[in-house]
């Protein structure tokens, strides 16, 4: 079993930044990619950024330029930076590692508030 355990949550100012890190139990080369998703209260949760193990990446529409995804391999963790953050970036936002042949992994989450 793989533990996925996220951090970097807060209350952040709308214009302002926040890093969210994951840290895997095992070695994220093990997983074909590595994501970021989100979900807002009432609303499903949607994907925002996608890291694959060679290290491609895709973001979602609403935070492309404002939001980048990397890996550290050393560290086995995944980080989230959003700048810019708008009032409607505030969601628990997910880690999630896929494995083509173990499945998907999913975090417990973190909370991102966007207030002033």
């Known amino acids: 079993q793989v533990q996925l355990v996220e951090s970097g949550g807060g209350l952040v100012q709308p214009g302002g930044s926040l890093r969210l890190s994951c840290v895997a139990s095992r070695s994220i080369l093990s997983f074909n990619a590595m994501n970021w998703y989100r979900q807002a209260p009432g609303k499903e949760r949607d994907l925002v950024a996608t890291?694959?193990?060679?290290?491609?990446?895709n973001y979602a529409d609403p935070v492309k330029g404002r939001i980048t995804i990397s890996r550290d391999n050393a560290k086995s963790t995944m980080y989230l930076q959003m700048n810019s953050l708008k009032p409607e970036d505030p969601a628990v936002y997910y880690c999630?590692?896929?494995?083509?042949?173990?499945?998907?992994?999913w975090g417990q989450g973190t909370h991102v508030t966007v207030s002033s």
């Open positions: 890291i694959t193990s060679g290290g491609m990446t």
């Open positions: 999630s590692a896929f494995s083509a042949l173990r499945g998907r992994y």
